[in-house]
């Protein structure tokens, strides 16, 4: 699993922003098409369904015959040196996400859908179009060989909009622990008014004690974005701040408002600071609201 500072990081690369639903573009990759005669794909259209990012692949069967056929998606690196095509190595490196598979009668084209990792979450994926059985691990030179319909990269950039959220509230970390917060956020970056506030629990106190809480105040950003996918907005940024006083702490966070009542809400955030040349993590915590409610607000 990637640490949550490198899934922030492809979506606050603020770099061009795409038309598309999900803000994806393809990538051609000529040489991984054609291996299976009789099949084509016609088209690969990034959609949304009930909020999901997917890609639809219209998929052609002129063989005369049914086949069943499949597709699958991949978190991937963009190829090295700008190219459109993964290496060996590359591929090798790809995980799998999901998949689907179905049957197309003779002479018919079908869409197949398959979901895609959100933009949030990874800047690079791949989604083949293949015969047979799904691979879910590649190793060597087993990719889809003989086999492979269509084989497509895609970027995965969060088209930037403009607002800011509010709120706060309680979630738990994987141990238990909870952990608040409240903030003012805006989404430029150089906004003054930018306001963060997290507390939870010392390790290294008793419960109930004058000093029991960790206290983190965020001091500036250094990079923020927002963006919508379905119904669902996001704040994702990176920052600095004092933990207990004390500056030299690094932060960075991913706040969504998924409606009301505000129970659907999550936030992710991590605190971390140097020590000795080595970064040291003082808080990680992913999870949906426990109390509280998050809300975008479209004005700044």
Same mark, same amino acid.
Not at 54 to 69: E, F, L
Not at 228 to 251: E, H, P, R
């Given at each position: 699993?990637?640490? !949550?500072?490198?899934?922030?990081?492809?979506?606050?690369?603020?770099?061009?922003?795409?038309? !598309?639903?999900?803000?994806?573009?393809?990538?051609?990759?000529?040489?991984?098409?054609?291996?299976?005669?009789?099949?084509?794909?016609?088209?690969?259209?990034?959609?949304?369904?009930?909020?999901?990012?997917?890609?639809?692949?219209?998929?052609?069967?002129?063989?005369?015959?049914?086949?069943?056929?499949?597709?699958?998606?991949?978190?991937?690196?963009?190829?090295?040196?700008?190219?459109?095509?993964?290496?060996?190595?590359?591929?090798?490196? %790809?995980?799998?996400?999901?998949?689907?598979?179905?049957?197309?009668?003779?002479?018919?084209?079908?869409?197949?859908?398959?979901?895609?990792?959100?933009?949030?979450?990874?800047?690079?994926?791949?989604?083949?179009?293949?015969?047979?059985?799904?691979?879910?691990?590649?190793?060597?030179?087993?990719?889809?060989?003989?086999?492979?319909?269509?084989?497509?990269?895609?970027?995965?950039?969060?088209?930037?909009?403009?607002?800011?959220?509010?709120?706060?509230?309680?979630?738990?970390?994987?141990?238990?622990?909870?952990?608040?917060?409240?903030?003012?956020?805006?989404?430029?970056?150089?906004?003054?008014?930018?306001?963060?506030?997290?507390?939870?629990?010392?390790?290294?106190?008793?419960?109930?004690? @004058?000093?029991?809480?960790?206290?983190? @105040?965020?001091?500036?950003?250094?990079?923020?974005?927002?963006?919508?996918?379905?119904?669902?907005?996001?704040?994702?940024?990176?920052?600095?701040?004092?933990?207990?006083?004390?500056?030299?702490?690094?932060?960075?966070?991913? !706040?969504?408002?998924?409606?009301?009542?505000?129970?659907?809400?999550?936030?992710?955030?991590?605190?971390?600071?140097?020590?000795?040349?080595?970064?040291?993590?003082?808080?990680?915590?992913?999870?949906?609201?426990?109390?509280?409610?998050? %809300?975008?607000?479209?004005?700044?």
């Amino acid at each position: 699993m990637r640490s !949550l500072k490198n899934v922030l990081a492809p979506t606050l690369r603020r770099i061009k922003l795409l038309a !598309l639903v999900c803000g994806l573009s393809l990538m051609s990759m000529a040489s991984a098409q054609a291996q299976v005669p009789g099949l084509r794909v016609e088209s690969f259209t990034p959609t949304t369904l009930n909020g999901v990012p997917v890609v639809v692949a219209n998929v052609c069967n002129d063989t005369g015959v049914a086949v069943t056929v499949g597709i699958a998606s991949y978190v991937a690196e963009e190829p090295a040196g700008g190219g459109s095509i993964p290496s060996q190595d590359e591929l090798d490196k %790809q995980v799998f996400f999901a998949s689907g598979q179905t049957t197309i009668p003779a002479n018919t084209c079908v869409p197949l859908v398959v979901a895609v990792p959100p933009c949030a979450q990874v800047d690079v994926f791949q989604v083949d179009v293949f015969t047979g059985g799904v691979i879910e691990v590649f190793k060597g030179s087993n990719y889809y060989a003989g086999r492979l319909i269509l084989g497509q990269l895609f970027t995965n950039e969060c088209p930037h909009i403009e607002g800011r959220m509010t709120g706060g509230g309680s979630v738990f970390t994987s141990a238990g622990v909870r952990v608040t917060h409240g903030f003012q956020l805006r989404c430029d970056v150089d906004d003054p008014r930018q306001n963060l506030e997290i507390n939870y629990p010392r390790s290294d106190s008793s419960k109930g004690s @004058k000093n029991d809480q960790n206290n983190f @105040k965020l001091e500036s950003l250094t990079s923020v974005t927002c963006f919508q996918i379905g119904d669902t907005f996001y704040l994702a940024a990176i920052g600095t701040g004092t933990l207990n006083g004390v500056s030299g702490y690094s932060i960075s966070f991913v !706040l969504t408002d998924a409606g009301e009542p505000g129970t659907n809400d999550r936030a992710q955030i991590i605190i971390t600071h140097m020590e000795n040349g080595v970064q040291v993590t003082d808080l990680y915590v992913s999870n949906t609201l426990e109390k509280g409610n998050q %809300q975008w607000h479209p004005e700044m």
